[in-house]
């Protein structure tokens, strides 16, 4: 259970007030969710932690605690430059309105020493009977000199909550056109998974721009958003997470009956389009209450606030849309009960499952910007509520 909210609500949804809900989000790619109409946000409950330090998707452990990955930065205590790591492992106890957080794998002050020179980064997290997995990219290529993150993905396992991480031989590489991905979480550590997705572990992956495009280097993008916007899919055996890529079906298209059919990497089909684009990195999760999947991402120009939080009744879809940011109007554009400082730079938002209610209509935010040190560039969070609607199916 959440705290009761008491304060006056912002309504994030652009443009309304005294609680009506939108016709439709404009720009969007699918159709308004018949659900949710949007969410409500309590800035008044606005708590910042972290601060040089971001990213910060979080898995529910078995020991009742969140963990999830930063970036550039000391972590909870530290700074932008005291404690600094490429990637460092936080550990997150509490509630969502009351939450403490520590270093648990590097950063400042740190209950484990970082591996591997504490260089790469991830956006993507799970516990899974007791271990936990995360997702990591390179920072620097060794053999070229520059940051990729788009290169290539490797799987590393830790079996002690993020002390210590081993890492496979295997790679999935920007050349397969795919590049920085999330698992999809469920409950604790992976409880709740509807039966109908059996023993398997899903992870989307951003289809980049083109597989050739660097973050850095001599044809330098940077870190942008992807257009066209192409998400691609992938299960895996729960028991088979880090044995070897061949292990990993991906996601081809329905049959005539809409069930999904499942193959090798060279047959993927994208679960998710978007002609203004999809971020570098993305969140998703199973809201259980709504009985729905919760897919936040990017789109129009990267760090400027412009989300889109879509909502599906499967994990490949087909989407709708729960709200949609603008650069007009972007995450975050009003936050009455806030002070904290601010500047529209959010890249990255996720809910974690642990801060859900029972029945999925509250939820604890996070979110966190490219502030450079500053603002957003941090672990942030926002209390709130789904807007059901009145007409929503039973």
Known sequence: MMRNITTTFVVAVVGLFSGQVPVCWAGAPYPDSTLIAGLSLDWSTHRRGAQGSDNFQLTWADDDNLYGAWGDGGGFGGTNKAGRVGLGVARVSGRGHNWTGANRWGGHNPEHPVQFGGKGKSWGMISIDGSLYMLVVPDVIAAKGYRNHYEYVEVWKSTDHAGTWSRP?????????????????????????????????????????????????????????????????????????????????????????????????????????????????????????????????????????????????KPWGPWTTVAYYTAAEPFGASRLGSSLPWRDNVFFLAFATKWLSKD???????????????????????????????DAPK
Not at 239 to 253: A, L, M, P, Q
Not at 366 to 384: L, Y
Request: charged share 15%.
């Open 169 to 313: 031989s295997w790679r999935f590489l920007q050349s397969e056109n795919l590049t920085i991905p999330t698992f999809l979480n469920f409950g604790k550590d992976h409880a709740g998974v509807p039966p109908e997705l059996g023993p398997y572990v899903y992870v989307y992956f951003i289809g980049p721009q083109s597989h050739t495009m660097q973050q850095q280097g001599p044809k330098a993008a940077g870190l942008v958003v992807h257009k066209p916007g192409r998400i691609y899919l992938a299960r895996v055996c729960r028991d088979n997470i880090v044995r070897d890529k061949s292990d990993y079906e991906f996601y081809r298209g329905s049959d005539d009956t809409g069930s999904p059919l499942w193959g090798d990497i060279s047959g993927k089909q994208p679960v998710f389009e978007d002609a203004n684009g999809t971020g570098w990195c993305m969140s998703a999760h199973y809201n259980a209450g709504l009985r729905q999947y919760i897919l936040c991402t990017e789109h129009g120009t990267s760090s400027t606030g412009q989300m889109g939080i879509f909502a599906a009744s």
């Open 360 to 390: 999925g209509r509250s939820f604890t935010l996070n979110f966190t910007g490219a502030g450079q040190g500053a603002d957003n560039d941090s672990f942030n969070t926002v209390c709130g509520t789904f807007i059901i609607r009145n």
